[in-house]
């Protein structure tokens, strides 16, 4: 089992630009959720997907946005990057039902 | 709403004394209460879970936990630290009914001295 994977590992973007970052769900597993973790902080929810659709959202703004393949993977898209956006992007999967959510490895975005 | 307040942004303990992380929580509904790890350039890692069954909870790596509603508090606890227990612990709160995912502490780093 290959657990959660997400890719890339690391990425520099210049502001003003977009970035998509994808993320494959542990085996068995339904539910991706998104979450932004800043320097020296903890990890903020951004938005969670289940059956393709978005479920519940965090306070992100309209910037952020989601999609959810039939296979359960997922991808974040985040346009008009502000440098603010610099943080570790970290992906959680899950089983319905369940509160257990394992964590990939995470995605470390740079804006210059 | 629910929260979660980290009591010790630092911790720091000689490898083989006991570890205490200290977490409060505020929730409106009976919450799930996890303790999460987090290791250098590394994801996240479960350490133990609450889900209201029994109070005391057995983690992974000799770590466990307490629920103690009266307190509003879920600290974590492991008897003797090891160098490898250095890392970032996050205590986690989720009390579903459409709550916004799980809610995160700030973290508390824990040091361990040789």
């Known amino acids: 089992d290959a657990g959660v994977t997400q890719s890339p590992t690391h990425l520099i973007k210049t502001r003003g630009q977009q970035v998509t970052l994808r993320c494959s769900p542990k085996s068995g597993h339904d539910t991706v959720s998104w979450y932004q973790q800043a320097l020296g902080q903890g990890p903020q929810f951004i938005f969670q997907y289940y059956e393709e659709e978005e479920r519940q959202r965090g306070n992100f703004p309209d910037r952020f946005s989601g999609h959810q393949f039939p296979n359960y993977s997922s991808e974040l898209n985040v346009n008009a990057l502000l440098l603010g956006d610099s943080a570790l992007y970290l992906c959680a999967s899950s089983r319905t039902g369940h509160t257990e959510a394992f964590f990939g490895q995470g995605t470390r975005l740079t804006v210059v | 709403a629910q929260s979660v307040t980290q009591l010790d942004s630092h911790v720091s303990v000689s490898e083989g004394t006991p570890v205490l992380l200290r977490c409060n929580y505020s929730?409106?509904?009976?919450?799930?209460l996890f303790w999460y790890v987090q290791h250098p350039n590394k994801g996240l890692q479960l350490l133990l879970k609450?889900?209201?069954?029994?109070?005391l909870v057995k983690g992974i790596n000799g770590f466990e936990a307490e629920f103690k509603k009266s307190e509003t508090s879920f600290h974590l606890t492991k008897p003797s630290a090891h160098m490898s227990d250095a890392a970032e612990y996050f205590c986690v709160v989720f009390e579903g009914g459409g709550a916004d995912g799980l809610t995160f502490g700030k973290g508390t780093h824990l040091i361990i001295q040789p």
């Open positions: 609450y889900t209201s069954a029994a109070t």
């Open positions: 929730s409106s509904y009976s919450p799930s």
